[in-house]
């Protein structure tokens, strides 16, 4: 059987009627994303979230002050002048590591260490609760979180770091988690000589002594 003209054209504009809804279908996500009119494109709404760059931080403790970025807020056990250097580092891998390095503390003793959530400030609360990958979600401002499930090395940034003679030190843990959007604020030492794992104190290492402010935050 022979198709006619008819046939052919009838054909043809299908096809060329698919094409143009297909070119319409593809362009205006892209179009509104252009325009920033709130549409996402099929690929960013799946793309995972870009890698949080490379954090690192040095200074020496100092009284708080308009906006230091390292401070002490107990000059006995955390003496002005100490030292305090972090990097965390991210992997392809899907894990960060983590390195500290303090000088002029305490000889001899160990300083319970963590990630927090906030840069520090002129108080020590300033500096927030403990960072988590996996936010707690019974946590409150008053009660922190103490949930060995959250509030756990794997799930937290827990430096602990025990000094030698001199008063320095060094410590590094490695997380199974990626910073992305969400990074920590600062890194805060306290009183307690390591920090806490059991039920309902999970976390908890006493006073805060001295906080080094992460970024420029
Ligand atoms: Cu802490």
Redesign the pocket.
Known sequence: MQLSWSNYSLIAWRRFMAIVIGAVLIATPLGCAYRGVGAVTPAAAYASPKPAPLLFSSDTLTTPGPVPKAVTYNRDLAPIGAAMTVAIIPSSDGFTRAELAVSGLLPDRGY?V?A?TKACGAIADAAGP?FQNRIDPAATPRAPSSNPEYANPRNEIWLDVRTDATGAGTSDTTVPFVLTDRTPGSI?V?EAMQTATDPGHAGK?GA?LACLTLGGR
């Open positions: 319970a963590h927090h403990h805060v306290h290492a805060r």
